[in-house]
């Protein structure tokens, strides 16, 4: 079924961003947009990046789909001053022309007003990219999201001098509720202040999560019961 579905292709015009706010909790004053695939069906139905984004990859289109998302994005943000970021896959940071495109718009953008989304798997052993991308665009506003471990790598992420992280809220959950658990997320969060980088709790999508989250005093977060991705903002709070 897969297969034939790939044959098919997708239409990359019906892909639009969908913006997704990460909150300051303390106040849910909105910090910044994540810019969301979401392809837009035959009858205007939102379908969602699971059953899609495979026939992209199988099709060879991530590419020309990341550069639909940023020109989409571009459009609709920088007018208004908003602080978003795109989401990348892999095979986008060896995509010459892309990233050129993004260090020219970092280059007409406030410092950290353009951003990029990396997955934690993609990255966490390949920092040289990290580095790379930190000195040639300096004014690139990276993130390291999916994270779901605590281990050497995520530190080594953290020092290579990416702006934020976001953890799985499901993590900060289970640790929260063990003493040793606190303690470490005590001493990540301290971590993280040291190298000024961002601590964000992702993917909450309910009450209990969210309450694990504040009580361990972290101050941003992201997920469905926060807020869900639409398709435009009503109003911009972004810094």
Same mark, same amino acid.
């Given at each position: 079924? +897969?297969?034939?579905?790939?044959?098919?292709?997708?239409?990359?015009?019906?892909?639009?961003?969908?913006?997704?706010?990460?909150?300051?909790?303390?106040?849910?004053?909105?910090?910044?947009?994540?810019?969301?695939?979401?392809?837009?069906?035959?009858?205007?139905?939102?379908?969602?990046?699971?059953?899609?984004?495979?026939?992209?990859?199988?099709?060879?289109?991530?590419?020309?789909?990341?550069?639909?998302?940023?020109?989409?994005?571009?459009?609709?943000?920088?007018?208004?001053?908003?602080?978003?970021?795109?989401?990348?896959?892999?095979?986008?940071?060896?995509?010459?022309?892309?990233?050129?495109?993004?260090?020219?718009? $970092?280059?007409?953008?406030?410092?950290?007003?353009?951003?990029?989304?990396?997955?934690?798997? $993609?990255?966490?052993?390949?920092?040289?990219?990290?580095?790379?991308?930190?000195?040639?665009?300096?004014?690139?506003?990276?993130?390291?999201?999916?994270?779901?471990?605590?281990?050497?790598?995520?530190?080594?992420?953290?020092?290579?001098?990416?702006?934020?992280? *976001?953890?799985?809220?499901?993590?900060?959950?289970?640790?929260?509720?063990?003493?040793?658990?606190?303690?470490?997320?005590?001493?990540?969060?301290?971590?993280? +202040?040291?190298?000024?980088? *961002?601590?964000?709790?992702?993917?909450?999508?309910?009450?209990?999560?969210?309450?694990?989250?504040?009580?361990?005093?972290?101050?941003?977060? +992201?997920?469905?019961?926060?807020?869900?991705?639409?398709?435009?903002?009503?109003?911009?709070?972004?810094?």
């Amino acid at each position: 079924m +897969q297969a034939q579905a790939a044959n098919r292709g997708v239409p990359l015009e019906n892909i639009v961003p969908f913006y997704q706010p990460i909150f300051a909790l303390a106040n849910k004053r909105v910090d910044r947009y994540e810019c969301l695939a979401r392809l837009l069906d035959s009858n205007q139905q939102i379908v969602l990046p699971n059953e899609f984004l495979y026939i992209i990859e199988s099709n060879h289109d991530t590419a020309d789909m990341t550069s639909r998302i940023l020109e989409l994005s571009r459009a609709y943000c920088c007018p208004r001053q908003m602080s978003w970021s795109i989401n990348l896959f892999a095979e986008d940071l060896d995509d010459k022309p892309l990233l050129a495109n993004i260090e020219a718009l $970092c280059k007409d953008s406030s410092k950290g007003l353009c951003g990029i989304d990396l997955h934690f798997d $993609c990255i966490k052993d390949n920092l040289l990219v990290l580095s790379t991308l930190s000195k040639r665009i300096p004014n690139l506003h990276i993130t390291v999201d999916e994270i779901d471990e605590w281990g050497d790598s995520l530190y080594s992420v953290i020092a290579s001098g990416v702006d934020a992280i *976001k953890i799985k809220s499901s993590l900060i959950k289970q640790h929260a509720k063990t003493k040793n658990g606190r303690e470490l997320i005590t001493k990540f969060k301290l971590y993280c +202040q040291t190298h000024n980088c *961002k601590l964000i709790a992702e993917h909450i999508e309910d009450a209990e999560s969210l309450a694990a989250v504040k009580e361990m005093e972290i101050l941003y977060g +992201q997920g469905f019961y926060l807020s869900h991705p639409v398709p435009k903002v009503v109003a911009v709070h972004s810094n």
